[in-house]
């Protein structure tokens, strides 16, 4: 009889208060044989009469047992722990088995949940023919609807009863499993020995814990994962032949490296926690061969229990239930209020595009712009890639420089029309109003709910006068960062893996396009980690990989770094006490005095002041109050940067662009307003749209600039350069043009080389260099000498500086003409739309210039960008709504209506 050779081991690891629970209950059944307790707690334990065993806190609970028996002739052993409680009759049940079923070498009980003691926790596991370990039963409400199964592949160490010759025949529990699956591999070896393995749904126990928590104590996700693909390969590898174990072992590790990658697509949480224990149990390589050679020393059976591994449609079946029950988790937690883009927002966005398109009718067609701060980019998308990563600038004559962020930028934005890179901006700028309106739209569901108040905020948004200033004198970095700015602040907001892989693309372009915003967006990235995920830090990866070359080469020049990217171009933005009227240049209303348009932009600024600390203060919307310190950063900003002169066009200094600083304290009020007014709920229906209709004659100059003709910029062709030079330097690449454009001071002079320069060549380094290069001066004296006439050696000047044709930006009639005309060595070509052109009579085989891409640039700027986009593509359905019945149910004097 097993009552006459029992050894009840009791294992107390962690939970040495509920050791007390554990003995009271083996008292209550009065259970028979020695009661050992080995206390691994590192303290002492309350006890009453029962063998105490002391060891160190890592023993495994397989050496536990093993100490516990040793001075033992108990012919059985019943393996508990300090988180289990025996309910009545357990051990009778377990015990029936072994006395009546000599083939049965290990029995286990039905665990139920300490917490919930009507849910199974585990009734007997299994695996599948790859290894995989399940749970027969786990997490299941107990209606006797598993109490048939009794044969089982294996069952939990929790109470699991075992006759000593096979615990001991077997040397226990594997070493090299100490946290999970050991009990698992040790019935699995029992059956290969020949015996046979039960579970008794009578007999019933309460663990508050699993295996591996009572190991190591709370146990993460991640951690649980890794070490569940750690037991899984040692007994793949274990279990089968040694000869293909190398096959095994790398098909183990790439499955579940592919698996991981899967995972991280769909934006699970720890992708690679498999691959990582998966790695681990491949490289354990001597406990392999030694649990290897034990297996086959007993193995008697090879088949054992082939008929209880899971198949795998059922592992299909499960884990397809698993998926719909993550599902169900996240859509139960997603229950936060979201702004949805619904009927009214369309037909506003709607009402916004035909607006942009008649404000912006001139550049509909175009095939490239040009004017102000904005040149033509490249004709292909190749010239486009070529200049990410690229450390050679044609600005100047030619400059070697750091990997300039925003030309790597525009690159990858030209490839979105590929076939024109030029495309990508002519939309931009005729479709900016619409853009802004939705960016704007989307913008404010960072603060609100409500569909009229994000409307009011889109509209403001796409009429403020700093998107038209930058509209209409060609700033480009400032369209990109109006429309990108909103966008951001509604993605740094969310938690999800999917917003911050948005809120990176975002950050980096608001970022790239105008580095005097970093400052405000490390600020917003490092409050909302603290303030909400830690994660959130992420946002900041791409806009680094961007910028990492630049910041290094800054250091000498630190407040260089944050002038206005792309081409250098003045700004007439007032500074002092006019600068808070947010406007980027001098107010101006048409028929009314600079002072007084001034002083209107001030009454509404206070305006939109006051409705937004209302809006923080009454309507209790921190959220607003939380934009406003952006706000102020940009304005500092703005102080400190504002007077400096940051780079030169033309020999005129270049300040900073203020319009993106301003845009960023427009939001936040704009926001605050629209919501009090909103609030306002018997005077909002006309007060939205008056406040709608001031912003937009407040702005009206710029706003109409482009459609009156005002606007610097126009179409114009994809080529720089007369189409004469680009065919020529098509065939012999390298040679420089030389352009000179006479002034009222004298003559400007530019060296291009090949097909002329475009935008993704003015590079930072190119716009912020503070002395002219050698080869620039000599460029200036031969300018300064063409067009006069004298006996100067033309031929030896232009062959120095590599020049293959010359361009004069004047009418024919321009006195310059005779005088170029005059110098030997020239040949006149003719008139052309860029201006009269000349081609130097001698070919002159250029210098070779090294363009090779800064490779390490390319590298870190892929691997970064290529997980942020990961990150940033949906991956799931968007979370279902509740459908509302309009069909009332049919009930009481209902019944007799409708009968």
Same mark, same amino acid.
């Given at each position: 009889?097993?009552r ?13 208060? @509920?050791?007390?629970? #554990?003995?009271? =209950? ?13 206390? $691994? ?27 516990a ?21 357990a051990?009778?049940?377990? /015990?029936?088995?072994?006395d ?43 209606q ?28 226990g ?20 020995a ?25 146990v ?31 098909? +183990? ?10 995972r ?10 498999e691959?990582?224990?998966? !790695? ?9 061969a ?10 008697t ?29 996240? %859509? /139960?937690?997603?229950?936060?209020p ?27 067609? =175009? ?14 998308? #190749? ?42 901006? !002519? #939309? ?15 913008g ?7 569909? @009229? ?12 006068p700093?998107l ?16 990108a700015?909103?966008?951001f ?54 806009p ?45 209303? *048409? ?5 007084? /348009? ?20 009454v309507?209790?919307? *921190? ?5 406003? $310190?952006?706000?102020?950063?940009? +304005?500092?900003?703005?102080?400190a ?12 200094p ?7 600083l ?34 937009a004659?407040?702005?009206?100059v ?8 005002m ?28 352009? $000179? ?25 190119? /716009? ?8 620039? =001066?000599?460029?200036? %004296? ?23 044709? $010359? ?12 005088a ?54 949906p ?5 279902? @709504? ?5 069909l009332?149910?049919?009930?009481g ?7």
């Amino acid at each position: 009889m097993i009552r006459d050779s029992l050894a009840v081991v009791v294992v107390t690891r962690r939970h040495p208060e @509920r050791l007390s629970a #554990t003995l009271a =209950s083996l008292a209550a059944d009065k259970v028979p044989g020695t009661v050992i307790v080995v206390n $691994l707690t590192g303290d002492s334990v309350p006890l009453t009469g029962q063998m105490e065993i002391v060891g160190p806190p890592t023993l495994s609970l397989s050496h536990a047992v093993d100490r516990a028996i040793a001075d033992s002739s108990a012919e059985t052993v019943w393996v508990l722990r300090d988180d289990t409680s025996v309910r009545s009759g357990a051990f009778a049940a377990l /015990a029936s088995i072994l006395d009546t079923s000599p083939s049965v070498g290990v029995v286990g009980p039905k665990q139920m949940d300490a917490q919930s003691p009507v849910t199974i926790r585990e009734m007997g596991e299994s695996m599948t023919r790859s290894g995989y370990a399940l749970q027969i039963a786990e997490r299941e409400l107990d209606q006797a609807q598993f109490d048939r199964t009794t044969d089982v592949l294996a069952v939990g160490e929790a109470g699991m009863l075992v006759r000593r010759s096979v615990w001991t025949s077997l040397n226990g529990f594997d070493p090299a499993l100490p946290a999970l699956g050991g009990a698992l591999d040790f019935c699995f070896r029992a059956r290969s020995a020949g015996w046979l393995v039960e579970v008794v749904p009578a007999a019933v126990i309460d663990t508050a814990v699993t295996s591996f928590e009572a190991l190591v104590g709370d146990v993460t996700e991640s951690q649980a994962e890794r070490e569940e693909a750690r037991a899984r390969a040692h007994r793949v590898l274990v279990y089968g032949p040694s000869l293909v174990r190398p096959f095994r072992a790398f098909g +183990l590790t790439f499955a579940a490296l592919i698996r991981g990658f899967g995972r991280f697509l769909r934006k699970r949480a720890n992708p690679f926690a498999e691959w990582r224990g998966s !790695v681990a149990g491949v490289l354990d390589l001597g406990a392999i061969a030694r649990s290897h050679r034990s297996y086959r020393a007993m193995m008697t059976n090879p088949a054992a229990g082939g008929r209880l591994f899971v198949s795998s449609s059922d592992l299909r079946h499960r884990r397809a239930m698993q998926r719909d029950d993550e599902l169900a988790k996240q %859509e /139960a937690a997603d229950v936060a209020p979201r702004l949805e883009f619904r009927s009214a927002a369309m037909w506003f966005t709607g009402i916004a595009t035909v607006l942009g398109m008649v404000l912006g009718g001139r550049f509909l067609g =175009s095939t490239a712009l040009s004017g102000g701060a904005l040149i033509p980019m490249p004709a292909t998308v #190749t010239e486009a890639w070529d200049a990410i990563g690229a450390t050679w600038s044609d600005v100047a004559g030619g400059m070697n420089g750091a990997p300039d962020g925003f030309a790597a930028l525009m690159g990858i934005v030209g490839s979105l029309t590929w076939w024109n890179p030029n495309l990508i901006v !002519v #939309t931009l700028f005729a479709f900016a109003i619409p853009l802004s309106f939705v960016a704007g739209f989307i913008g404010a569901g960072s603060l609100t709910t409500h569909s @009229r108040v994000a409307i009011v905020v889109g509209a403001g948004w796409a009429l403020l006068p700093t998107l038209h200033v930058a509209i209409s004198e060609g700033r480009i970095t400032a369209v990109l960062a109006h429309i990108a700015l909103p966008l951001f602040a509604r993605a740094i907001m969310g938690s999800t893996i999917l917003s911050l892989g948005w809120a990176s693309i975002l950050g980096a372009i608001v970022w790239v396009s105008v580095p005097a915003l970093a400052p405000a967006i490390v600020t917003v990235v490092i409050i909302r980690a603290v303030t909400g995920t830690p994660t959130a830090m992420f946002a900041l990866a791409l806009p680094l990989a961007f910028e990492w070359p630049r910041l290094i080469e800054s250091i000498s020049n630190p407040a260089a770094y944050f002038a206005d990217r792309g081409v250098p171009f003045p700004t007439g933005a007032p500074h002092g006490v006019v600068s808070l009227t947010l406007w980027p240049t001098i107010p101006s209303f *048409p028929g009314v005095d600079t002072e007084i /348009a001034t002083l209107v932009t001030f009454v509404v600024v206070a305006v939109c002041l006051s409705l937004t600390v209302i809006a923080v203060v009454v309507a209790e919307n *921190p959220r607003v109050g939380a934009l406003l $310190l952006p706000g102020a950063i940009a +304005l500092l900003t703005w102080a400190a940067l504002g007077p400096l002169t940051l780079a030169t066009a033309d020999g005129q200094p270049v300040g900073l662009f203020p319009g993106p600083l301003y845009d960023v304290v427009w939001f936040g009020l704009l926001s605050g307003a629209a919501i009090t007014i909103s609030a306002i709920r018997f005077a909002a229906g006309f007060l939205a749209p008056i406040a709608v209709a001031v912003i937009a004659a407040v702005g009206f100059v710029p706003l109409t600039a482009v459609a009156t003709g005002m606007s610097l910029v126009s179409p114009s062709s994809v080529r720089t350069l007369p189409a004469y030079v680009q065919a020529e330097t098509t065939v012999h690449p390298g040679g420089a043009t030389l352009i $000179l454009t006479p002034t009222a001071d004298g003559i400007r002079a530019e060296l291009q080389r090949d097909a002329g320069v475009t935008l993704v060549e003015w590079t930072a380094a190119a /716009a912020t260099r503070r002395t002219l290069a050698e080869h620039e =001066s000599a460029i200036a %004296e031969l300018a300064a000498n063409l067009i006069v006439e004298s006996d100067f050696d033309v031929a030896a000047a232009v062959a120095e500086a590599g020049i293959r044709f $010359l361009v004069l930006e004047a009418p024919p009639t321009a006195p310059e003409v005779s005088a170029i005309a005059s110098h030997a060595g020239l040949t006149s070509v003719g008139v052309t739309d860029r201006g009269i052109l000349w081609r130097v009579n001698e070919m002159i085989e250029a210098s070779p210039v090294n363009r090779s891409p800064d490779l390490t640039f390319r590298v870190i700027l892929g691997l970064i960008g290529l997980v942020t986009l990961i990150a940033a593509i949906p991956t799931s359905l968007p979370r279902r @709504r509740p459908v509302m019945d309009d069909l009332a149910p049919v009930t009481g004097e209902g019944d007799d209506e409708h009968s």
